[in-house]
């Protein structure tokens, strides 16, 4: 006969509540039957577990390191008893999401943690996208929902907010010294300084959006690292303010004077793979991803 989670369980509640009458009324056990299972334990285990100081039992040094160890048996065992109930309920495991790089890294972080509180025993797998890589992680079916731009067909989808675009440079770049307010420049003149794309994280099927064709072009595969390359003077880009704002309030980055096109926008979507099988657990990722850009994206 071995020491079971019950008879650990009564002993931590002896621990806790510094007695055996209070650790029988918070486990809805008799004081005999808690004295009779740690009794049991130390017989089992050949091991003093307790000892009474006063009115409070208090564990030994014994006692102590072995309830630390069963403590973690006790926490593992809640885990599964709550990961069945969950699944008994029909929440999923796990989801997986597609995030375009443009989606304000606060957004999705905040949205998660809320998220990881309501739903502890679901996994996330989150994959950062960028052009049509969240698109193609839906049509291979990868993921259960994807947050990116317009265009991607025969999926469900709603939208999110608008995320703008400024053509920026660093103030140091010589782009601001050919041009001024009175003779803003045009598209072509950018040909001539090297630009920054970032690349499509597309496997299959990759777009250039935005390049001008130019030779000094340089690829990243991350916007904050085209961002920071810009910001100390080695191009220009169209980068999202979602990403970019506090360095143009600090004077990192400047928008290029241009007299069309130095702007753009993009609605970002959410999409849902399968319409016709969403869980409860992907119901609640959607309406606090809604929640959340309800209320912040008028800030960008």
Request: glycine share 6%; hydrophobic share 45%.
């Amino acid at each position: 006969m071995k020491v079971t989670l019950e008879q650990w369980r009564m002993l931590k509640a002896v621990v806790e509540h510094g007695g055996f009458a209070h650790a029988a009324e918070a486990v809805h056990k008799s004081q005999s039957s808690i004295h009779h299972a740690i009794q049991k334990m130390e017989s089992l285990l050949d091991v003093q577990l307790l000892e009474v100081k006063g009115r409070k039992a208090h564990l030994t040094d014994a006692g102590r390191l072995l309830l630390q160890r069963a403590e973690q048996l006790l926490e593992s065992a809640a885990n599964i008893d709550s990961l069945a109930a969950s699944l008994h309920v029909g929440v999923e495991p796990e989801i997986s999401i597609a995030v375009d790089q443009t989606f304000p890294p606060e957004y999705i972080s905040q949205v998660l943690e809320q998220f990881a509180n309501e739903y502890p025993n679901t996994r996330i797998q989150l994959y950062e996208t960028v052009l049509s890589g969240a698109s193609e992680a839906l049509i291979q079916g990868r993921v259960d929902l994807a947050i990116a731009g317009a265009g991607v067909s025969h999926f469900l989808a709603e939208p999110l907010f608008a995320v703008d675009f400024l053509a920026v440079a660093s103030p140091k770049h010589l782009l601001f010294s050919s041009c001024s307010e009175a003779e803003p420049l045009v598209i072509d003149d950018l040909t001539n300084f090297r630009q920054l794309v970032t690349r499509d994280s597309a496997l299959e099927k990759n777009i250039d959006s935005g390049w001008l064709k130019a030779d000094q072009r340089w690829t990243v595969s991350n916007i904050s690292t085209a961002a920071e390359m810009i910001s100390r003077g080695m191009g220009f880009a169209w980068l999202p303010v979602t990403l970019i704002r506090k360095s143009l309030e600090r004077g990192e980055l400047q928008p290029i004077p241009l007299q069309t096109g130095g702007s753009r926008s993009m609605m970002l979507q959410l999409y849902y793979a399968r319409q016709d099988c969403v869980g409860p657990g992907i119901k609640r990722l959607a309406a606090l991803l809604h929640g959340c850009c309800d209320e912040y994206g008028s800030n960008y």
